[in-house]
């Protein structure tokens, strides 16, 4: 199952940016995560919810600034970004956990899809 991640590019420090991610209609898991990765540092969790839909939660580096939602007709997840920072800047991943629990949700390891990337940067 391959994802596919839009939306990244260069935006000044308190703008607003939307990331795509479309997974193939037959898709099914449990979560749908958002995690991002700066140079020379490892993957982090961004921001997640349910599959179905539901609860949300949010690394609190990003929390009250960033929405995840998800539209099931178009089978896509967005992640809004309000208010970016420079360390904001990132490759952003999307990513579906078939079996993911939720005391693991943060943790890159329990999903088994991913999308390719879109590079988000903030400059100051």
């Known amino acids: 199952v391959q994802l596919q991640a839009s939306g990244g590019g260069l935006v000044q420090a308190g703008g607003s940016l939307r990331l795509s991610c479309v997974a193939p209609?037959?898709?099914?898991?449990?979560?749908v995560a958002w995690f991002r990765q700066a140079p020379g540092k490892e993957r982090e969790f961004v921001a997640g919810?349910?599959?179905?839909?539901?609860?949300?939660y949010y690394a609190d580096s990003v929390k009250g600034r960033f929405t995840i939602s998800r539209d099931n007709a178009k089978n896509t997840v967005y992640l809004q970004m309000n208010s970016v920072k420079p360390e904001d800047t990132a490759d952003y991943y999307c990513?579906?956990?078939?079996?993911?629990?939720?005391?693991?949700?943060?943790?890159?390891?329990?999903?088994?899809?991913w999308g390719q990337g879109t590079e988000v940067t903030v400059s100051s």
């Open positions: 990513a579906v956990g078939q079996r993911t629990i939720t005391s693991a949700l943060r943790n890159p390891t329990a999903y088994d899809y």
């Open positions: 209609g037959r898709t099914f898991g449990r979560y």
């Open positions: 919810m349910r599959w179905s839909g539901g609860h949300t």
